[in-house]
T-cell receptor
Framework: SQQGEEDPQALSIQEGENATMNCSYK?????LQWYRQNSGRGLVHLIL?????REKHSGRLRVTLDTSKKSSSLLITASRAADTASYFC????????????FGKGNQVVVIP | DARVTQTPRHKVTEMGQEVTMRCQPI?????VFWYRQTMMQGLELLAY????????DSGMPKDRFSAEMPDATLATLKIQPSEPRDSAVYFC????????????????FGDGTRLSIL
């Protein structure tokens, strides 16, 4: 089964720096989504990139998708302490019904 | 903001007891998902529904887990009998999928039920 795999697993950075996370997957996808999870809370959708898109921006977030390499990256620019969270990539199966396969997540700590 | 509501937020019980977790999806959403999150396995899909019909529950241990949607405003996940290995955080998520089978939609998660089986 396809599943997102994030790399690196844990990242610690200073406030103001950029944070980059990568995700790889194994099979064809319809889209790839990134979610954030704060401690003790549910996942929150951040951004969705379709298989025919290569780059997408949302505020301080930039997502790229390379379907030939089956990989995606999430860049958070000018990080803030409030960005401290776990970040998950999730791949959507091509056959619909909105089913997602999640990776194990990246723990990001932004030090004030 | 519309939210997915899960109850209870925390549950501690002894093994062998029945556990029922409830989820109120966002009004108007037609897909509901149940996930289990553990440190070891990450986020696992247990079951999902579309228009209240179960589409796939292959991720659930069938002998002890059951998932239902009695109506469009309530989804339940039951464990009977519960075991210590069921200890995890259980999440419900909902989404809206158009009838043309577009699956380019985000899922909206509740804050989960943290379950501890002693």
């Amino acid at each position: 089964s396809q599943q997102g795999e994030e790399d690196p697993q844990a990242l610690s950075i200073q406030e103001g720096e950029n944070a980059t996370m990568n995700c790889s997957y194994k099979t064809s996808i319809n889209n790839l989504q990134w979610y954030r999870q704060n401690s003790g809370r549910g996942l929150v959708h951040l951004i969705l990139i379709r298989s025919n898109e290569r780059e997408k921006h949302s505020g301080r977030l930039r997502v790229t998708l390379d379907t030939s390499k089956k990989s995606s990256s999430l860049l958070i620019t000018a990080s803030r302490a409030a960005d401290t969270a776990s970040y998950f990539c999730a791949t959507a199966f091509p056959w619909g019904n909105n089913r997602l396969a999640f990776g194990k997540g990246n723990q990001v700590v932004v030090i004030p | 903001d519309a939210r997915v509501t899960q109850t209870p937020r925390h549950k501690v019980t002894e093994m062998g007891q029945e556990v029922t977790m409830r989820c109120q999806p966002i009004l108007g959403h037609n897909t509901v998902f149940w996930y289990r999150q553990t440190m070891m396995q990450g986020l696992e899909l247990l079951a999902y529904f579309r228009n209240r019909a179960p589409l796939d529950d292959s991720g659930m241990p069938k002998d002890r887990f059951s998932a239902e949607m009695p109506d469009a405003t309530l989804a339940t996940l039951k464990i009977q009998p519960s075991e210590p290995r069921d200890s995890a955080v259980y999440f419900c998520a909902s989404g809206l999928v158009a009838m043309d089978r577009d699956n380019n939609q985000p899922q909206h998660f509740g804050d989960g039920t943290r379950l501890s089986i002693l």
